[in-house]
């Protein structure tokens, strides 16, 4: 049985749930749409947008079914355990393991994520956000096209369109995956730091948990260095 938080309790407007003493719990047939988007999440291993789970659960409306994912982002919430559900600033949904116990089990994995060369071509968007399609493209070769379609379909980067060309800029999945600022300007002095501690300007695969504690740190200095400036005379 699935209980909805107070955000999502606006679906009783079309009468989607039914009340159940204090908490609200969905009609039979709904909970069986939420359990279809967490399979379809799981076996995804990316994040999937509404018109993907729209298909998946036989529904027309992504609203309805953006309500019912949110059911299920509350859910993994309350059970709180090493499995997350989240939504992505643009609108797709993302079952991962959470941060604090990826690097414990990484070396279960049967392969990485990323291979090398999507790897430095999002190192060097990351680097140098906001930047240009074309620019990128100049810089990492013709086979950047290839790795921007598997970067925006993994969820690491959005692409904005801009005249003839279009901007690209990491996500905020992107920084929470490496355990990175969602500031940009933190972002570039931890990268430049990583880089510099590996001889090449190139993400590992994944950030140790010493290197997590590094960039939380220099998140920490930036915060209070930018308190300062605001309290200034």
């Known amino acids: 049985m699935v209980t909805l938080t107070a955000e999502t309790s606006q679906a009783n407007n079309d009468g989607n749930i039914k009340m159940i003493g204090a908490g609200e719990v969905l ?3 709904l909970e069986e749409k939420v359990r279809l988007i967490e399979a379809a ?21 992504e609203e309805r079914v953006r309500r019912l994912a949110r ?21 797709r949904f993302v079952m991962q393991l959470r941060m604090e116990y990826a690097d414990k089990v990484k070396r279960l994995a049967i392969r990485p994520l990323l ?3 999507p790897l430095r071509t999002l190192s060097y968007i990351a680097y140098k ?11 990492r070769g ?17 692409k904005e369109k801009c005249g003839r060309d279009s901007i690209l800029k990491t996500t905020d999945f992107f920084a929470d995956y490496f355990g990175l600022s969602r500031n940009i300007q933190v972002m570039r002095r931890q990268l430049r730091m990583i880089f510099e501690k590996r001889g090449e300007e190139t993400l590992p695969a994944s950030l ?26």
């Open 208 to 233: 140790g948990d010493e290197d997590r504690r590094e960039m939380a740190r220099i998140e920490e200095q930036e915060l209070k260095r930018g308190e300062k400036a605001a309290t200034a005379p």
């Open 115 to 117: 291979t090398v060369g």
């Open 71 to 91: 059911v299920l982002v509350e859910e993994y919430k309350r059970r709180n355990g090493a499995i997350e559900v989240l939504e992505l600033d643009d609108g």
């Open 41 to 61: 999440l799981y076996v995804a291993g990316r994040p999937l947008d509404l018109k993907t789970l729209c298909s998946i659960t036989g529904s027309r409306s």
């Open 129 to 139: 956000q906001p930047i240009t399609q074309k620019q990128v493209i100049e810089v």
């Open 142 to 158: 013709r086979h950047a096209y290839g790795h921007i379609r598997e970067l925006i379909k993994m969820g690491f980067i959005s």
């Open 27 to 29: 009609m039979e047939g």
